[in-house]
């Protein structure tokens, strides 16, 4: 059952409608599925041969018939007018999922939900969140806040959104997972390190405790979306196949913070992630463009298995990745 969210949240005015709590973790019992047919299209990231490019991300996900938009990019209309060249009717999608609070994955929430509502209703409207997202974030001066879903949450009720927070994974659709926050077993520390959150434990070092993912258990192996990977991306991997299954890793997605790590720890990464199966990278936003080919070196990937990721391009399971033309 999903009920309102209480407790921490209370004691900061975040209770109300719209706001949900997501149901308890799902048992290893419940029946897990595997998706069939999956495509991501990236909507939002930097490198751009059609459409508009920034520092952002957003992908489109059709799993088996049901579509998913997976954060929402950076400034408020970019992933709007993509969706629009690249001919994609985001008023179809009824879920969204934010992967973390950082502006550059959250900017477009209200405009897309805006635009989409007197078209349809259901549209956008329903946000899956990891617990800690609408945390108060204090600007480095306390003179006000810096998380902008926090800030935007009045307008955010308007629109009529519905959030639903997650504290573990939990199974979305068969085969589709989200896991919700994840442990940070390995030291990767994507993240800034200057930043601070006020959690439970009081204002304490931000590690964007709430950064999640979608995870797609297929025949193939997992294949995981990531929004930044300040969790870790080896960390993420690891948690994808505990909570799912221990399969290979047949595709990474997205972001993953790696821009800018030293050859040591880039060499690491990709040694781990070989070692967990990893058949293709399409690594787009703040993975960075010498970080991708440093990991196809490292892995042991190919042209065509491991690609920069651009506006428009998308992995398809089955036929793999496709670049489009810049990135080819």
């Known amino acids: 059952m999903i009920k309102p969210v209480r407790g921490f949240l209370a004691l900061f005015g975040l209770v109300g409608v719209g706001w949900l709590a997501g149901p308890a ?13 999956l495509k991501i299209q990236i909507i939002s990231t930097m490198l751009a041969d059609d459409g508009i490019g920034e520092w952002g991300f957003a992908a489109l996900v059709e799993a088996d018939g049901q579509r998913i938009l997976f954060d929402t990019g950076a400034r408020p209309s970019t992933v709007l007018e993509n969706a629009r060249e690249l001919k994609v009717d985001l008023a179809q999608v009824p ?3 934010l992967s973390h609070n950082h502006s550059d994955h ?3 929430l209200l405009t897309l939900r805006q635009d989409v509502q007197a078209r349809e209703a259901k549209g956008l409207a329903r946000v ?14 306390g003179a006000g806040e810096s998380n902008l879903p926090l800030k935007t949450r009045a307008q955010y009720d308007a629109a009529g959104l519905q ?10 659709r068969p085969g589709v997972w989200l896991t919700g926050p994840v442990p940070r077993v390995h030291p990767e520390r994507n993240w800034s390190g200057r930043g601070k959150v006020l959690s439970p434990a009081g204002l304490v070092e931000d590690t964007i405790p709430e950064d999640q993912s979608l995870v797609f258990d297929t025949d193939r192996g997992l294949v995981i979306l990531s929004g930044c990977g300040h969790a870790g991306i080896v960390n993420t991997v690891d948690y994808a196949r505990k909570i799912v299954r221990a399969a290979p890793i047949h595709a990474v997605v997205g972001g ?5 790590l030293d050859d040591e720890r880039l060499g690491w990464t990709a040694e781990q992630l070989k070692a967990r199966g990893l058949e293709n990278l399409l690594g787009a936003h703040c993975t960075g463009i010498e970080a991708v080919y440093r990991l196809r070196e490292r892995a042991g990937l190919t042209r065509k298995s491991c690609v920069v990721g651009s506006v428009g391009a998308s992995f398809v399971l089955g036929p793999g990745i496709d670049p489009r033309d810049l990135a080819r």
Do not use: M, N, Y
Not at 128 to 141: N, Q
Not at 164 to 171: K, N
């Open 95 to 97: 879920d969204v999922v």
């Open 25 to 37: 973790p799902v048992c290893a019992a419940e029946p897990a599925g595997r998706v069939r047919a």
């Open 256 to 260: 993953l913070h790696l821009f800018a």
């Open 163 to 172: 959030f639903v927070e997650h504290d573990g994974p939990r199974q979305i």
């Open 128 to 141: 899956h969140v990891g617990r800690g997202l609408f945390w108060s974030r204090p600007t480095a001066e």
């Open 106 to 108: 959250t900017g477009g």
